[in-house]
């Protein structure tokens, strides 16, 4: 019964993982405008979305989660443009100087999602 349970949740799991870019039918990049940064500065994330043939994609819509060492803020990413980007900016208040926060974008157009991450340091 165990080695059935098991089987069946790694089905699952495999079933309904999404891939960052090419099981999900997007291509996800992101960067920061300043990897090293210091506090109560604003920070500034690019992210650029292509299809799996390496075109731009317009209108992907998504998320960009940022994981502090205290705590985690998701901010809304606004439309790709036709070039495929899309910019978001925020404040970064105290964060916790030297440790790094990772920043993950997740876009979705229609059916197709993936997630690309960036990350800085507070100094």
């Known amino acids: 019964m165990k080695r059935i349970l098991i089987a069946a949740l790694t089905i699952l799991l495999l079933l309904f993982s999404v891939s960052?870019?090419?099981?999900?039918?997007?291509?996800?990049?992101?960067?920061?405008?300043k990897p090293t940064i210091t506090q109560n500065s604003k920070q500034t994330v690019t992210v650029v979305v292509k299809d799996l043939k390496g075109?731009?994609?317009?209108?992907?819509?998504?998320?960009?989660?940022?994981?502090?060492?205290?705590?985690?803020?998701?901010?809304?990413?606004s439309k790709t443009n036709t070039k495929g980007v899309s910019i978001v900016s925020f404040g970064i208040g105290r964060a916790t100087k030297g440790f790094k926060v990772n920043c993950d974008a997740v876009m979705?157009?229609?059916?197709?999602?993936?997630?690309?991450?960036?990350s800085f340091v507070t100094k």
Do not use: D, E, Q
């Open 55 to 77: 075109k731009p994609v317009l209108g992907a819509l998504g998320t960009l989660a940022v994981h502090y060492k205290t705590k985690n803020i998701t901010y809304a990413i």
């Open 20 to 33: 960052p870019s090419f099981a999900a039918g997007l291509s996800v990049k992101a960067s920061v405008a």
């Open 108 to 118: 979705k157009k229609g059916k197709l999602t993936g997630a690309g991450r960036t």
